[in-house]
């Protein structure tokens, strides 16, 4: 059941536009180690007068919120309990999709806050769909991770790693150039870096291992080329690929980290081995930015603020995705999940990734 608020035609364009609209109630009120603001401080200036008006204004609507994904789901349930006066509600779309929703209603913004892939923020910011906002603990990240203009801000990172079954690999490969090696024929998954994030992602780790920068791709599209000319992929992953992995389909499966240690920890596939390549890596930056003309703009800004405490970052942590905050120290028990990332690990620059996108798309092989 939807929660009662007076921004019925705001659900009304969200529902015609292919977004379904899902409000966070009373189910997911408790989280544990969050004190709600009204019993204790302030994590930061001006977070009580903000709550105050996030709550007078109404929901809060976040899109392309999945709470299935890197552990939104606690987060949410974090911020109701820290903000019980604001209701927070959700869609779930996707990044591409949700910036052409966006677009589309400009006019009546479908959300006050926005989730993207970096690359996909910057397309947003672009089309002018964003707004600026300059959250807590802003300047503790690094310049690759933030709009210098506040209109995204990065909330965790997703490094790109091997994942391998050990009962169907002999000598685990801990870097790029072991994968060329004959005992890897027809043994290597990847996505799709024409049209995936995570493959798009690739690429540019690829690339690092390589020699290449974000100014040149070359390399690691050469790479690629020698590896499929050599019949070490097995194939370009449509999709499957987890399924196939749990199946005993997929000696080596090259994708996001969280990915593989989902399969370990959650789906308790002992066999999967998370492997951070030694000879460099890629990692991604998600984002949350601020919708342009938002309804409920306090309650945006709190979201993101949210987002970027201590508390929040634990929560992705438990989620399988590294926070964003650096030298942010997680328990042991957590920490103990993620190797230490390879000396040579660049945080893919939107702006200059952008640029690159088409040479990839031109050059990148076949199967």
Known sequence: MLPLFSRRALLLSSLLAGAALTPVGA???????????????????????????????????????????????AVVRAFGQRYPDVPLAYTDLGSTATVTQLDRLRERPPADAAYFYSLVALDAASRGLLAPHRPVNLDRLPGAAKDPDGLWVGVHTLPIAFVVNRKLVK???????????PEFKTSITYPDPQTTTVGLT??????????????????????????????????????????????????????????????????????????????GTA?????????????????????????????????FAEGFVRPI???????????????????RTDLVDSLRATL???????AWPKM
């Open 27 to 73: 189910a997911f009120a408790q989280a544990e180690g969050v004190a709600p603001l009204s019993e204790g401080p302030e994590l930061y200036p001006g977070e009580k007068t903000l709550a105050e008006t996030a709550a007078k204004e109404g929901v809060t609507i976040s899109a392309n919120t999945a709470l299935g994904w890197a552990n939104w789901g």
């Open 171 to 181: 000598n685990l490969p801990r870097t790029w150039a072991d994968l060329r090696k």
């Open 202 to 279: 690739l690429a540019f780790a690829a690339n690092v291992a390589a020699g290449g920068t974000l100014d040149s791709v070359r390399p690691g599209i050469e790479y690629f080329t020698a590896l499929h000319k050599a019949g070490n992929v097995q194939r370009i992953d449509p999709g499957s690929a987890q399924a196939r992995f749990l199946r005993g389909e997929i000696p080596v499966w090259i994708t996001f980290e969280a990915d593989g240690l989902r399969l370990k920890h959650l789906d308790g596939m002992d066999e999967a081995e998370v492997i951070l390549p030694a000879d």
């Open 283 to 315: 990692a991604a930056a998600y984002t949350l930015s601020l919708v342009k003309g938002a309804r409920n703009a306090a309650g945006g800004k709190l979201w993101m603020n949210f987002a970027l405490t201590e508390t929040a970052q634990r929560l």
């Open 325 to 343: 905050l650096p030298n942010f120290s997680l328990p042991p028990d957590l920490a103990a999940r993620f190797a230490p990332l390879p000396p």
């Open 356 to 362: 690159r996108k088409a040479d990839i798309d031109r």
